[in-house]
């Protein structure tokens, strides 16, 4: 067995987190449970949804599969290039 970081879990590492764990924990000293995916960024990353076609989702899984994303990640990309690609646009025509 391994851990996390890929190593090798020996008995003597087994024997110690079992002397821990029979001593107790201090709650103050443990880190809080993570609920959910973590954040895209900073802050919260709401999800959206979306229906769509059964057509459109399964030409959508061949793009994303085509680049090796997974669906969620090649939305994700496309709607942020389409809102950079937007934003030049409104700052164009405010300068021009």
Not at 12 to 18: K, T
Not at 84 to 93: G, H, I, L, Q
């Amino acid at each position: 067995m391994k851990t996390r970081t890929g190593q090798r879990v020996t008995k003597a590492m087994v024997e110690a987190l079992a002397k821990e764990a029979e001593a107790g924990y201090d709650p103050r000293r443990l880190r809080p449970k993570r609920v959910g995916r973590p954040s895209l960024g900073r802050g919260i990353s709401p999800p959206v949804q979306v229906r769509l076609s059964r057509d459109a989702h399964a030409q959508l899984q061949k793009a994303a599969m085509a680049r090796s994303q997974t669906v969620s990640a090649y939305i994700r990309a496309i709607v942020e290039q389409r809102l950079a690609t937007a934003k030049k646009s409104r700052r164009k025509k405010a300068a021009g």
